[in-house]
């Protein structure tokens, strides 16, 4: 049985969306961040660096929210990760989001979602105007890609269409500017058609063991 560690937040969530999207039963495990559960030893044991997401597979223990995506979809041979050429495309977009896209995106959460909720101080106006900055940056490449393909592979939805969008369900929270980018907004409302974007963290399809 597949055993997934999680919260609610975004690396969490690009987990959540494959499963759903795969339809793949698991055997839930909700780790309470602000009780300080990741850094449990029975945690540790599976993800040393106190974080989740965080999977087990029978003996197989794994964490990064994309290398779990990418064991998924190889294990079930999902066209979500190609096994043709197109794969060294999806890894160069999971690299761009996360040294660039989705960087400064998860900036902007943790300033205006992480800070006041977890620990009631305000968003540091010197750091939401940089990661704004270097966001605009960077949609502006992802918005000229996206022009002419319905996702990022083209026709092909892919692991990196769940790991560069993954922010997107939070941009009027945490102030994405991203009515300056009509592609990325198309490409967005295309991913919020499926069930498992709307919700993917929905209990009925989380199988017990």
Do not use: C
Not at 11 to 28: D, H, M, Q, R, S
Not at 78 to 100: A, K, Y
């Amino acid at each position: 049985m597949l055993k997934f560690y999680f919260n609610g937040s975004p690396n969490p969530t690009k987990v959540a969306l494959f499963l759903e999207e795969a339809g793949l039963p698991f055997e839930p495990h909700a780790i309470d961040t602000r009780k300080g559960d990741q850094f449990k030893p029975e945690f540790l044991a599976i993800n040393p660096n106190g974080k989740v997401p965080a999977f087990t597979h029978g003996d197989r223990r794994l964490w990064e929210a994309d290398a779990i995506m990418g064991y998924l979809a190889k294990a079930e041979r999902s066209d979500l990760l190609p096994s043709d050429e197109r794969q060294i495309e999806v890894m160069r977009w999971l690299s761009w989001s996360s040294q660039h896209f989705t960087r400064h995106a998860g900036m902007l959460y943790f300033q205006h979602i992480i800070k006041p909720g977890f620990f009631d101080t305000a968003p540091d106006a010197k750091e939401v105007e940089e990661a704004t900055g270097f966001f605009k940056r960077f949609a502006e490449v992802l918005n000229d890609h996206l022009r002419g393909r319905k996702y990022l592979l083209g026709d092909s939805m892919t692991i990196a269409d769940f790991s560069a969008a993954v922010t997107l369900p939070y941009a009027e929270k945490i102030k994405l500017p991203l009515a300056s980018f009509p592609e990325i907004e198309r490409w967005h409302a295309r991913l919020n058609e499926l069930p498992a974007w709307r919700q993917p963290f929905p209990e009925a399809k989380a199988a017990a063991a």
